[in-house]
């Protein structure tokens, strides 16, 4: 039935405490043909949600409430999960290790999401 | 059968939205409307879908909704949320939060939002120096308090149908007491993901809901924009009782002689 979305099939993890923004995230997802994993509000969550699941590409917000972590970002890394970064209004300068991961500068549409999200390789 | 008529009279004012709310329970003077026009000055921005404040954070300002929506929520640690509750203009989002230590709620921007962010001692100067505000803002808790009240209710007893429908008349209403509709359309900017996480509903039967209210003719809504052709229809169908928002001017006993 969903044969031709762009994201089919794929599951994709969401990281972001911002709710109402989470919500629009995943919906954008799922009308894409992906299979949400979360949303995530902090890393503890994320990581119990990475843990036996299999996870095929994630976008990840830095700012989880009290300023940015990169939890996460190293456990994806570690498990060659590809992923994006969802950037605020206060980024952070993102350290090296990460600097060559795709980012997508909030406020951004469910098009401009979906597209991202596609363009992450398999790892 | 319940009273469903409303008092009209505030759509004829102008002012700022809370000027417009709290003159659905008393006259206000120019003194009183300049006040809260001074507390109005320090402005916060805050983008759609992002959090205003967040459970655990110290609050130390009062928020006055100046422009947009935003919505009031609860987590659970599993992630699962719930909309408590939604502001409009002219809501003050929890008068005297300052005196707790941590907020036990998140609220988030529905839309763009523009809020005042009040002091601790903007607010003493306020109740201290205008009696009538201080009744009227006390009058603004009590409706809050009914409106929650409803709300569970609401979610508790009423059909799916019934609590979208009610969730429809309740902010036209509310609205329309601070001036922001026209005829029998507003600006309606929930989500169906939102209006399920209000009326503790899936996004699948909330859609299926809002199929039957377009057909039984009850509900326009596209592009974020309500219109209800037959307010008193819809009022019957969702056994709407207005009593609860207590505009029918209640403290006439305190209106300004100017």
């Given at each position: 039935m969903s044969d031709g979305l762009p994201l089919d099939g794929r599951h994709i993890l969401v990281v972001e405490d911002q709710y109402l923004l989470a919500r629009d995230v995943c919906e954008w997802l799922e009308a894409a043909g992906a299979e949400v994993i979360g949303p995530a509000p902090n890393s503890g969550r994320a990581c119990e949600l990475l843990e036996g699941r299999n996870v095929d590409a994630a976008v990840v917000d830095i700012n989880l409430g009290n300023g940015p972590t990169y939890e996460v970002a190293s456990r994806l890394v570690e498990r060659k999960v590809p992923f994006i970064f969802a950037t605020g209004y206060d980024q952070a300068v993102i350290p090296a290790e990460f600097e060559a991961m795709p980012r997508l500068e909030k406020p951004f549409r469910g098009t401009d999401l979906v597209r991202a999200v596609q363009a992450l390789s398999p790892a | 059968m319940p009273e469903t008529t409303v008092d009209l009279s505030t759509s004829f004012v102008s002012g700022s939205p809370v000027a417009l709310k709290l003159h659905a329970f008393t006259k206000l003077s120019d003194a009183d409307r300049e006040a809260l026009e001074r507390i109005s000055k320090r402005v916060r921005v805050v983008d759609a879908r992002r959090d205003l404040i967040n459970e655990g954070d110290s609050p130390t300002h009062v928020h006055l909704m100046l422009q947009g929506w935003a919505a009031r929520y609860k987590a659970l640690p599993d992630g699962k949320r719930q909309i408590v509750g939604l502001f409009v203009p002219g809501d003050f989002c929890d008068l005297n939060v300052y005196i707790l230590n941590q907020m036990d709620h998140s609220i988030g921007a529905i839309t763009r939002l523009k809020v005042a962010m009040i002091t601790p001692e903007e607010m003493d100067e306020l109740t201290s120096n205008f009696p009538r505000i201080t009744q009227a803002l006390l009058w603004h808790e009590l409706v809050s308090a009914a409106t929650q009240r409803e709300w569970l209710l609401n979610v508790g007893q009423r059909t799916a149908y019934q609590r979208l429908a009610h969730l429809f008349i309740e902010l036209y209403l509310r609205l329309r007491t601070v001036g922001l509709t026209q005829q029998n359309s507003c600006d309606f900017p929930l989500t169906q993901n939102d209006l399920a996480d209000a009326t503790g509903l899936t996004p699948v039967h909330v859609n299926r809901m809002l199929q039957d209210l377009r057909r039984d003719g009850l509900i326009e809504l596209e592009r974020k924009h309500l219109r209800i052709p037959d307010i008193e229809r819809l009022m019957d169908v969702s056994m709407?009782?207005?009593?609860?928002?207590?505009?029918?001017?209640?403290g006439a006993y305190l209106d300004s002689n100017e």
């Open positions: - | 709407f009782n207005p009593n609860y928002l207590h505009l029918n001017h209640e």
